[in-house]
C-alpha cells in the first residue's frame, strides 16, 4: 500500500470505497490474531514474536491510514459547512451554524464510516500488541534462567 495512493483514493468519492480493498490485508491479519486471542491460544514466545511483527506492521499501516482518513473527513465537513455559510449569506438568509454542522456532518457520512471502520482495527491492533507485549514478558519472568 502506497500512502500517496491510498490518499489519491480518499480525494475523489468514486474511489472512496476502494480504502477498505486497499486495507483488507491489514483487516485480516488483525481478524486472525483476534481469533487466536480469543482462542487464548498465544503462550509461546516464537508465536507471540510473529504476532507483535505482523500486529505492528498493520498498526504502521492502519494509523497512517487513520490520519489520512480523519484530515480528509474533516476538510470535506469544514468545505462542506464554509459553502453553506457562503451560499446562504450571498443569498441574504441568515446562517445558522447549527443547521450547517448538521448538513455537513450529513454530507460526509461515507467518510465517517471508514473512518470508523479503520479507526475500530487501529485500536484493536494497539490493544492486541500491548496484550501481548505483557504476555511476553510475564513469560520473561516465568522462565528461570540457570545462571541466575
Known amino acids: 500500500m502506497r500512502i500517496l495512493d491510498l490518499e489519491q483514493k480518499f480525494k475523489n468519492e468514486e474511489t472512496l470505497g476502494e480504502v477498505l480493498e486497499e486495507l483488507q490485508a491489514d483487516f485480516k491479519k488483525v481478524d ?3 481469533g487466536v486471542r480469543k482462542s487464548n491460544i498465544t503462550s509461546n514466545s516464537e508465536e507471540i514474536g510473529k504476532a ?3 500486529l ?3 498498526y504502521s499501516n492502519l494509523r497512517t491510514a ?3 482518513a480523519e ?3 474533516r476538510n470535506r465537513e469544514i468545505r462542506y459547512k464554509e459553502q453553506i455559510r457562503m451560499d446562504t449569506e450571498n443569498a441574504g438568509n441568515k446562517y445558522t451554524d447549527s443547521k450547517a454542522s448538521t448538513q455537513a456532518s450529513a454530507h460526509v457520512t461515507e467518510y465517517r464510516r471508514i473512518r470508523n471502520i479503520i479507526l475500530a482495527y487501529t485500536e484493536a ?3 492486541h500488541i500491548v496484550t501481548l507485549q505483557s504476555i511476553l514478558k510475564d513469560i520473561g519472568k516465568d522462565y528461570k534462567h540457570p545462571q541466575e
Open 32 to 34: 486472525y490474531w483476534s
Open 66 to 68: 487513520l490520519a489520512i
Open 56 to 58: 505492528s506492521g498493520c
Open 125 to 127: 491492533t494497539e490493544k
Open 52 to 54: 507483535l511483527n505482523e
Open 71 to 73: 484530515t480528509e473527513k
